[in-house]
C-alpha cells in the first residue's frame, strides 16, 4: 500500500493557534500630497504648502504613504511664492519714464507701482487686478489713476459696505484731484491682491475711469 503523500498546513500563529496573518497591506499614496505639487506649479502657491503640511500629518500617523511628493510640492511652492514676491518687489522691465516720471511709452506696471498720473489704456472687469497696462497720456487711454495710497476702513465693516465706503472714498479722491472732471467720469478702486498685502504693499488704486477713451490728462 503506497504511503499517504504528506499534507500541509498553514503555520499556527504562536498565540491562538490560527494560521498567521499575511502581511500589512502597503498605505495609499496620499492625495493632498499629490495636490501639493500640482498647486505648487500654478498661482496657488501658499496652497501647496498647506496641502504638503496636511499630507505630512497624516503620513506619520501611517495613514498614507508619498512622503517625498509631499516634501517636492512644499518646496515647489515655497521657491515659487518667493519668485512672485520678487517679481512684485522689483518689477522686471514696464514702461520708460522721463524725469518727472510721466510715461512716455507703453508697458504694463505693477499694481503696487502705479504713480497718481499714469493712463491706463484699457480696463478690465476685475476689481483686484495684479497689473495695469499703462501708456502715455497722450494716447487714447480709458483711464486715469488718482490715488495710490492706504483707505483705513472702519472698525466695523461688512463687504458691501466695504464696497461702497471704497468707491465714496475714491470718489472724494476723484474731486480732489480734477475738480474740472466730467460729471460722468466714474471713480473706481482696485484692491491690492493677496501677494501685494504679503510683500507690505495693501496700497488701493482710485482710477478716474473715462466716459470715452481720450488722449489727455484729467489735470490737463
Known amino acids: 500500500m503506497p504511503d499517504a503523500e504528506p499534507t500541509t498546513t498553514p503555520p499556527a500563529d504562536a498565540t491562538d493557534g490560527r494560521p498567521a496573518a499575511s502581511p500589512a497591506a502597503r498605505p495609499p499614496l496620499s492625495g493632498l500630497a499629490v495636490a501639493a505639487l500640482a498647486t505648487s506649479l500654478t498661482a496657488c502657491a501658499p496652497l501647496s504648502i498647506g496641502l504638503g503640511l496636511a499630507a505630512l500629518a497624516r503620513i506619520r500617523r501611517g495613514q498614507e504613504r508619498g512622503r517625498g511628493i509631499a516634501v517636492a510640492g512644499m518646496v515647489a511652492g515655497t521657491l515659487a511664492l518667493a519668485a512672485m514676491l520678487a517679481l512684485n518687489l522689483w518689477p522686471v522691465g514696464g514702461p ?18 502705479l504713480r497718481p498720473g499714469d493712463c491706463v489704456e484699457v480696463l478690465g472687469t476685475e476689481t483686484t487686478v495684479s497689473e495695469l497696462p499703462v501708456v502715455g497720456c497722450r494716447e487714447a487711454h480709458a483711464a486715469e489713476v488718482v490715488s495710490v495710497g492706504d483707505i483705513p476702513y472702519p472698525a466695523r465693516i461688512d463687504d458691501y459696505d466695504k464696497d461702497e465706503f471704497l468707491a465714496a472714498a475714491c470718489a472724494d479722491r476723484l474731486a480732489a484731484y480734477a475738480p474740472a472732471a466730467d460729471r460722468s467720469t466714474r471713480a473706481v478702486p482696485l484692491e491690492p491682491t493677496w501677494l501685494s498685502r504679503v510683500s507690505g504693499r495693501g496700497d488701493v488704486v482710485c482710477l478716474a475711469v473715462l466716459p470715452v477713451p481720450q488722449n489727455y490728462s484729467l489735470r490737463g
Open 96 to 113: 520708460a519714464r522721463d524725469a518727472a516720471g510721466r510715461v512716455v511709452a507703453a508697458g504694463p506696471v505693477g499694481l503696487v507701482h
